[in-house]
């Protein structure tokens, strides 16, 4: 029989000791917290659950020898529920093959879940209350953290003293039920040793495990249901002690919500557990989880340190003294904080010193600890100096708020300013900038403020002997509440870009006037030998270039007699300039000639050099022309032409056009329709041909040029042929952007 005298329970003669309240109530307020009115009656409460249990395993078949000693508090109206087989209950399989804590969670949570269970939490924790493996599901980490301060609140205590497994219903004010099922401590043999690491220690102290599941209200179950429910939560108990027996570290984590801290942190950092030996002492630590950032001396990756102990990641902890350290802040609770120090870590014998800062925190069983090796950060640091200078690039941050700036070290070069001196303030970054760039400036700030995104922009220095061309990156810097708080700026030197374009573009401007060097002297060459005198005719012919070499065209001219006793005349226009127009008018003029000499008119002339237009060049070739022959016998003039101004006939003191029904230029049609005109001179007349460089202007828009040719032209006719040429080129002033060719003939009697 148990009783409940005076504050005492015990047990008849072979029981387990006496238990007083007064001890739970010591326990519940050294190891929680607690102040002496919640010890009390939580003490009272946990000691009357015991007292049910003994009574009722009293009365039940479960007491004798060799039944199983599972206690029950059913959450219902206080009755005993029929123990069921375990193996008949659907899931139990399940549960009791689960290989690692967080998948026994999971699958305790699938079976409850339908029940009405909202969450699952497993525990296995030494006899200090340190988490050493943890199985969660149903909720999150932080919940969890909530809701298993309850059941181990309660249950540890007496845990620590009971000698066998127990089953508990516990409730809380909130309403939430909970089913616990509470192991007697035990031994936990050494875990496996790691692939190449070291042997396991011996001896890892006793534990305890702890299963519970959690309803938010009252379990709405009938009784059978819930006799399946504590077989199976006494059957996820049975497995989570295999579990342990075995040390698996499986995929569970020591506390759920603290992965996620070790990964938010921003410098190498890991989580690490303690490994003691058969006196409790600790002998090793695990590396039960590091983020990403985390690596060694050796760069072994986060991957290889996770899982590892800590000396075979960190074979040079104990001589630096940091693992004795790392033991004293997790039995004192007391941080650790060491600021750079040398240490030296040994690799196939080999020493390799560093110089290592660490930081060190107790978390609840193990340690929080984070470090950076500073000769990674020396030599990071020196590899973004490095970079800047290769690409002569410098940063700078000006914070607004409290008026300090950061510039990086390049800045102060681009700037040629001396590092003692300090960065500058925004206000006097003007002062190195060329006068004649400062409206840009204006511009950039302009449109920062406006437009609130950032800008870029090219200036010039001045302040030094050699003028610096600096690409500007700008941007302002806002809190989240749209207050402005800092400009970020990155500069660039690229001077030494401006000369190299300024090199390449002197280079191919000398390598474009080289070609039209080469065309102007080209067409020169290929122009005819000009005759001063023609049967039946006076001849003026002036070829005048572009002022401007890269505007050399493809005018051309010919007069010349032929077999007949004719003189053939024409002249041209090829469209485009360069060496290409000068090679496409020496075409067209050969092939005129060729052509001239078969008899052929003028219109069958133009016909054919269509077709050479037309067919004679990959690209198009396309051209102007005026061609006709003059019978000195007849003084007559038969011409046709082809998209050409028409010759201008000055005779009698009046001046005018010559009509010809024309024809389109060359290379533009296989169907141009070239006409034939025959025009009768006389002596004393005079016809001029010329190209549209004499006549063409951007700001003639109205053919004024046109009447101002005829003017010249008629007033001109006084002089012989030479002065009137001149007297037109004075009159008309030639464009100097294109070549001009002009043919004045005078009909002799």
């Not at 108990?237 to 995929?251: H, K, Q, T």
């Not at 681009?414 to 002062?431: A, K, V």
């Not at 290409?580 to 054919?608: F, K, S, Y």
């Amino acid at each position: 029989m148990v009783r409940r005298d005076n504050g005492v329970i015990g047990g008849e003669v072979g029981s387990a000791p006496a238990v007083s309240v007064a001890r739970v109530e010591e326990l519940l307020m050294k190891c929680l917290g607690c102040d002496e009115t919640q010890a009390h009656t939580c003490a009272e409460g946990l000691l009357g659950d015991l007292a049910a249990r003994e009574a009722a395993d009293a009365a039940s078949p479960a007491s004798r020898p060799g039944s199983d000693p599972l206690a029950r508090h059913p959450p219902a109206d206080g009755a005993v529920t029929v123990r069921l087989p375990t193996a008949t209950v659907p899931g139990a399989v399940e549960v009791a093959t689960a290989r690692s804590p967080m998948e026994l969670a999971r699958r305790l949570h699938d079976r409850f879940r339908p029940l009405g269970a909202t969450a699952v939490l497993l525990a296995v924790l030494d006899m200090e209350g340190a988490l050493r493996m943890s199985g969660v599901a149903g909720t999150t980490g932080q919940t969890v953290e909530d809701r298993s301060r309850l059941p181990l609140r309660c249950v540890l205590p007496l845990a620590r003293m009971a000698e066998r497994d127990q089953l508990l219903w516990l409730d809380d004010e909130s309403g939430e039920h909970t089913l616990t099922w509470v192991s007697a401590r035990g031994d936990v043999p050494p875990a496996r040793p790691s692939p190449g690491g070291p042997d396991p220690v011996a001896g890892a102290g006793p534990v305890i495990c702890v299963v519970s599941a959690s309803w938010a209200g009252p379990v709405p179950v009938r009784k059978p249901e819930v006799a399946r429910l504590e077989v199976l939560t006494r059957a996820a108990g049975e497995r989570l002690r295999g579990l342990a027996a075995l040390g698996l570290p499986g995929d569970d984590v020591r506390a759920v919500w603290l992965g996620v801290v070790v990964d938010a942190i921003p410098v190498p950092a890991a989580l690490l557990f303690p490994v003691r030996d058969g006196r409790g002492r600790i002998a090793e630590f695990t590396v039960d989880h590091c983020n990403e950032h985390a690596t060694t001396l050796m760069d072994r990756t986060p991957e290889q340190i996770t899982g590892r102990r800590l000396l075979d990641a960190f074979p040079g902890m104990v001589l630096s003294g940091l693992f004795e350290a790392y033991v004293e802040v997790l039995e004192t609770g007391v941080p650790l904080s060491r600021e750079p120090f040398s240490y030296v870590e040994p690799f196939h014998g080999v020493p390799h010193p560093a110089l290592l800062s660490v930081r060190a925190q107790q978390v609840g069983g193990g340690l929080l600890v984070s470090w950076q090796f500073h000769d990674e950060q020396a030599r990071l640091s020196a590899r973004i100096d490095g970079a800047e200078r290769l690409v002569n690039l410098g940063w700078a941050e000006w914070n607004l708020v409290t008026g300090d700036v950061v510039w990086s070290r390049r800045m102060y070069d681009i700037l040629d300013l001396d590092p003692e001196h300090g960065p500058l303030p925004l206000d006097d970054l003007s002062e190195r900038v060329a006068e004649e760039d400062l409206p840009v400036v204006v511009g950039a700030v302009t449109s920062l403020s406006e437009q609130q995104e950032p800008v870029r922009f090219e200036i010039r220095t001045r302040g030094t002997d050699r003028r610096r061309h600096v690409s500007v990156n700008a941007e302002l810097v806002r809190d989240s509440r749209g207050n402005l708080i800092a400009v970020h700026g990155v500069v660039q030197d690229v001077s030494a870009v401006r000369r190299t374009e300024a090199a390449l573009e002197a280079s191919r401007r000398e390598r474009q006037n080289q070609q039209l060097r080469m065309a102007e002297d080209l067409q020169l060459a290929l122009l005819p030998r000009q005759h001063a005198t023609l049967p039946g005719l006076r001849v003026a012919i002036r070829y005048q270039p572009a002022e401007n070499c890269a505007k050399v065209g493809g005018d051309w001219f010919e007069t010349a007699p032929l077999p007949d006793g004719q003189v053939l005349i024409a002249i041209g226009d090829v469209i485009g300039h360069g060496l290409e127009a000068a090679a496409g008018m020496a075409q067209l003029r050969n092939a005129l000639l060729g052509i001239a000499h078969t008899g052929a008119d003028a219109a069958r002339v133009l016909d054919c050099l269509n077709l050479v237009a037309f067919h004679g060049h990959e690209d198009s070739l396309t051209a102007t022309a005026v061609v006709g022959h003059f019978d000195p016998r007849v003084r007559t003039l038969a011409w046709a032409r082809a998209g050409h101004p028409p010759p201008v006939l000055v005779r009698g003191g009046r001046a005018v056009e010559l009509d010809n029904a024309g024809g389109t230029t060359l290379g533009a049609s296989l169907d141009p329709g070239y006409g034939m005109t025959t025009t009768e001179l006389f002596p004393g007349d005079r016809v001029i041909l010329y190209t549209d460089g004499l006549v063409e202007r951007r700001e003639d828009r109205d053919g004024a040029r046109v009447a101002l040719l005829l003017e010249a032209a008629r007033q001109g006719a006084a002089g012989d042929v030479e002065q009137h040429l001149q007297a037109l080129l004075t009159a008309l002033d030639t464009n100097p952007e294109d070549d001009t060719c002009v043919i004045v003939l005078h009909v002799g009697s």
